[in-house]
């Protein structure tokens, strides 16, 4: 059950008794739950933002730490997915940056304790997407259903087929970019999708 009347699917406070993330109210969201690593998230983003578009990549270290004491502190909730991955990520000639930020958190993360299961490369993303940063919520949604959903591929089906995925992502704005990983994965056969970020944010 949600914390403090929370949503049911991301535990944000609701607001007039819906989750103010657009996605949580969707019935074909197709992700079942959105798990937080920390509960300040203007600290946090601080920390992304720095690593993120500062490039401070020393900063990964941090976050892969913070990743792990969250998996080992939520193990008796979190065992039951059989794969974690990360959001896919276009690293090519048209890429904002030639960098996969999300995959060193994760390494540095299964250093840290590879007993958790892994796995790169599960979901790609074949050609640039338009930025979500600094945009309204319409306008995130026709990016996603439209250029996100054409550019997402699961190379082997039967990597996904019948398990219980965790993706992880830098933070939770509206819920869009994780709808679509979780769709293509469902189409793929997976069993269930859920999603991991670091913080929750509006326009992230």
């Known amino acids: 059950m ?9 535990r944000e406070p609701l607001v007039d008794g819906a989750c103010p993330n657009a996605v949580c109210r969707l019935v074909d969201r197709d992700f079942t739950q959105i798990f937080t690593v920390s509960e300040n998230p203007e600290q946090t983003w601080q920390v992304i933002y ?8 020393h900063l990964a270290d941090d976050l892969g730490r913070m990743l792990v004491e969250f998996l080992a502190g939520n193990r008796a909730e979190l065992r039951r997915f059989d794969l974690i991955t990360s959001v896919a990520l276009y690293i090519g000639p048209q890429a904002p940056r030639l960098w996969n930020y999300l995959d060193l958190i994760v390494d540095v993360a299964e250093r840290l304790d590879d007993s958790w299961p892994f796995e ?4 790609t993303k074949v050609q640039p997407t338009g930025r979500f940063l600094g945009i309204g919520v319409e306008e995130r949604r026709a990016i996603a259903e439209r250029d996100l959903r054409n550019a997402l591929r699961v190379p082997v ?3 996904v087929e019948g398990k219980r995925i965790l993706v992880i992502d830098d933070a939770y704005s509206e819920g869009f970019t994780m709808r679509e990983m979780a769709r293509v994965l469902r189409r793929a056969g997976a069993a269930e999708v859920a999603g991991l970020v670091f913080a929750r944010r509006k326009g992230a």
């Open 2 to 10: 949600p914390l403090n009347g929370g949503c049911e699917v991301c």
């Open 157 to 159: 089906p039967s990597r």
């Open 120 to 123: 790169a490369d599960v979901i």
């Open 50 to 57: 720095r690593y993120k578009y500062g490039e401070e990549k």
